[in-house]
């Protein structure tokens, strides 16, 4: 039976420094040798993980947090955010002195000209602080935003915006989703496209946005640098991503 893998991106296939571990990418190429399908499943944009794709040769992905879902190149599901609940967010965000970030698939636009929370934040993953367009959500669909806040000041926008989900990332960045979105929601959008069984569907993360992706697979695999939290949600917990844990990970399951 075809059985079919997703893998996070950040503290899973890329380690602590953003690169790829040698023994994932060996690890990658096996799987696929032994007819095993291979996806991504991340909270990342897709012009954010393009290299990526190239590198391990993955033309198939669930981006966005599950709300923008492509299969071998061709997009199969798209769930952007409502224009005027983003317009209403921004203003709420002005009123708190809180940044914004705007996102499509191809790039992303700030609501401010400078930012040091956004630019710490996206320096994490190794992005410089983008331009400032309040134009852009307007003239684009947008799939997610970012707003950045100390933590538990979300608490307040959670509140009161039902048509949002909220997950937080970093110190100070939030992730707004439309209410429902999930990694395991875009997951089911592509098996269900594939026609796999869910008993042959595999995923491994690390992080909080993970968690219903682990849920909702298989077999949920968690990173041995995931937070307890996640490791309780998890089948299968394997080692650090510095120390092998893809390529550990993998051979648990009997999939190399």
């Known amino acids: 039976m075809k059985k079919i893998v997703f893998f996070d991106i950040d503290g899973t296939l890329l380690d602590h420094e953003k690169k790829i571990p040698a023994k994932t990418k060996e690890a990658i190429k096996q799987l696929k040798e032994n007819g095993v399908f291979v996806a991504i499943a991340t909270g990342r944009s897709p012009f954010m993980f393009k290299s990526l794709r190239e590198e391990l040769d993955i033309d198939s992905y669930v ?128 098996i269900d496209r594939l026609g796999f069984k869910i008993e042959d569907v595999y995923a491994f993360g690390d992080a909080l946005n993970d968690i219903e992706m682990l849920q909702a697979v298989g077999t949920g695999v968690a990173m041995g640098n995931a937070t307890e939290e996640v490791k309780k949600f998890a089948d299968i917990v394997t080692n650090d991503v510095d120390q092998d844990g893809i390529w550990n990970g993998l051979k648990k399951c009997g999939l190399i």
């Open 63 to 190: 981006s966005f947090n599950g709300q923008y879902v492509v299969f071998e190149n061709e997009v199969i599901y798209k769930n952007p955010l409502h224009e005027d609940d983003v317009e209403l967010f921004l203003q709420h965000s002005y009123r708190n002195d809180h940044s914004m970030l705007f996102m499509n698939e191809n790039t992303m636009k700030a609501s401010v000209t400078k930012s040091i929370k956004m630019k710490e934040s996206m320096g994490s993953l190794k992005f410089p602080h983008p331009e400032k367009d309040l134009q852009f959500y307007k003239e684009n669909k947008i799939y997610q935003c970012i707003v950045f806040c100390n933590e538990g000041e979300e608490e307040q926008y959670i509140a009161v915006y039902s048509q949002f989900k909220f997950i937080r990332w970093h110190t100070y960045g939030v992730d707004i989703l439309p209410a429902g979105g999930s990694k395991a929601e875009g997951i089911h959008k592509l």
